[in-house]
T-cell receptor
């Protein structure tokens, strides 16, 4: 079964500093990987997704993630943090069911704090 | 814009009550999902459906059932609510995409259910 591990339940950075949120996955087949963001009292919103077209994936709000098969990682980065980036971030992997349809496995989430 | 609408943002129910959480999507998506979100546990899949009248158990189906009589609507039912079902419930939908490859899930705003 596929799984996702996010290292660090909380990450704190200063405004303008590099953001690095770590995600490792386990999968026996080429995966579809995603990063979602959740702002307070809202649902999840897609940041970016990897579907094997390119290993470096650019998303919204200046975020990007690099797929590294050898490390089974899909870490999320942003060169310069902004106060508005404070939110919870979820890494996810998709899993096609033999009977049809997909389900998505989510990591436990990483809450990002941005200090002024 | 894709819209996934959950019928209630906040709900308070008594132990033993039968509870219905409704979700409607307006993008003709094949797949619909119910997740439960708890601090430190991320999102856990309760049930999903990849077609009308079709359903599959997720990781934590116990104490829940679902109904999908129409493509746009997916209902989560708590047969007899218990205090350990107090949580945030998130509905999501996704399209099968072209050639059957996976597209991202679109989420509703969530329903925060409290069982007293």
């Amino acid at each position: 079964a596929q799984s996702v591990t996010q290292l660090g339940s909380h990450v704190s950075v200063s405004e303008g500093a590099l953001v690095l949120l770590r995600c490792n996955y386990s999968s026996s087949v080429p995966p579809y990987l995603f990063w979602y963001v959740q702002y307070p009292n809202q649902g999840l919103q897609l940041l970016l997704k990897y579907t094997s077209a390119a290993t470096l994936v650019k998303g919204i709000n200046g975020f990007e993630a690099e797929f590294k098969k050898s490390e089974t990682s899909f870490h999320l980065t942003k060169p310069s943090a902004h106060m508005s980036d404070a939110a919870e971030y979820f890494c996810a992997v998709s899993d096609r069911k033999g009977t049809g349809g997909f389900k998505t496995i989510f990591g436990a989430g990483t809450r990002l704090f941005v200090k002024a | 814009d894709v819209k996934v609408t959950q019928s209630s943002r906040y709900l308070v129910k008594r132990t033993g009550e039968k509870v219905f959480l409704e979700c409607v999507q307006d993008m003709d998506h094949e797949n619909m999902f119910w997740y439960r979100q708890d601090p430190g546990l991320g999102l856990r899949l309760i049930y999903f459906s990849y077609d009308v009248k079709m359903k599959e158990k997720g990781d934590i189906p116990e104490g829940y059932s679902v109904s999908r009589e129409k493509k746009e609507r997916f209902s989560l039912i708590l047969e007899s609510a218990s205090t350990n079902q107090t949580s945030m419930y998130l509905c999501a939908s996704s399209s099968e995409g072209q050639v059957g490859w996976y597209t991202e899930a679109f989420f509703g705003q969530g329903t925060r259910l409290t069982v007293v």
